[in-house]
């Protein structure tokens, strides 16, 4: 089983096989218009911009269960993307990534890396492990997406090779997705 197996809705709600996407490698992203991330996208744009004519493509993936983070309709939230951040990279229909109706997508990521650990360097780490800790001592044992702009890098065979939480410098996110390249 890969990534290629999975269908997910557009936008638009029509069904999209990450099968199309065969061949490329993949950052798969989890994102939110009103987070602490949220200035994520600019950099995000950036790295498409340099390395998608290299063979990148950057999925976005809105969800709104973290504070609800992401309010607004699927047009909304890719306007909002396209007028704050210019972004060209395709933007998917909002989803959840935890519980009982998580997509299958994320399902399938979250068993395949579980979660990474935050940069408590970052000015936010704390602020999560804070926040996470208080509702679960636990918290770092269960593979859940964390919160917004939680990515995973998926090689050209479709394998997911590793998981960047949202704190992860995307200097160095850029810098494994060059390796993959």
Known sequence: MSVYDFTVKDRAGKEVSLSSYKGKVLLIVNTATRCGFTPQYEELEKIYE?????????????CNQFK????????E??????????????QFGKLE????????????????????????????????VDILSKSDPNYEKDPSIKWNFTKF?????????????????????????????
């Open 68 to 75: 609800e983070q992401a309010p607004g309709t699927n047009e």
């Open 153 to 181: 890098l998926i090689d050209r065979e479709g394998n997911v090779v590793t998981r960047f939480e949202p704190t992860h410098d995307l200097g160095d996110v850029t810098k494994k997705i060059e390796a993959l390249l």
């Open 97 to 128: 990534v935890n519980g009982e109706n998580a997509n299958p997508l994320y399902k399938y990521l979250k068993s395949k890396k579980g979660f990474a650990g935050f940069d408590l360097k970052h000015k936010i780490g704390p602020v999560l």
């Open 77 to 90: 939230i890719h306007e909002f993307c396209q007028l704050n951040y210019g972004t060209k990279f395709p």
């Open 50 to 62: 340099k390395l998608s004519s290299k063979g990148l493509e950057i999925l976005d993936f809105p």
